[in-house]
Nanobody, 127 residues
Framework: QVQLVESGGGSAQDGGSLRLSCAAS????????MAWFRQAPGKKREGVAS????????FYADSVKGRFTISRDNAANTVFLQMNNLKPEDTAMYYC????????????????????WGQGTQVTVSS
């Protein structure tokens, strides 16, 4: 089992920044990828960014490329999402996820490849 706890959500102005953290515990060694997803009211959950746990490879949705950066601290078993130049359309509940023992989830940030989920942290961006 893997436990994930997100923190760092909150409110920001259009153009502002927030940094999300995801603390992982448990049997994390089986997860090849860690990712951030988001879900806005009335919309499907969307993969935002992923990172390969065995290296520095990162992947991003087109909607956040150049604005968001995913990173990890292996020693602290923590994954981060630095969000810059936030827009109102970034408003959503953000979820941290740990993948199944497969690399597919790194390349294709889809929830079908992810086995463990945090409770989510709300991000609200106002114009």
């Amino acid at each position: 089992q893997v436990q994930l706890v997100e923190s760092g959500g909150g409110s920001a102005q259009d153009g502002g920044s927030l940094r999300l953290s995801c603390a992982a515990s448990g049997h994390t060694y089986n997860s090849k990828c860690m990712a951030w997803f988001r879900q806005a009211p009335g919309k499907k959950r969307e993969g935002v960014a992923s990172i390969y746990t065995g290296g520095d490879n990162t992947f991003y949705a087109d909607s956040v490329k150049g604005r968001f950066t995913i990173s990890r601290d292996n020693a602290a078993n923590t994954v981060f999402l630095q969000m810059n130049n936030l827009k109102p359309e970034d408003t959503a509940m953000y979820y941290c996820a740990a993948s199944m023992p497969s690399l597919a989830g790194c390349f294709h940030i889809r929830d079908v490849y992810y086995a463990y989920w945090g409770q989510g942290t709300q991000v609200t961006v106002s114009s």
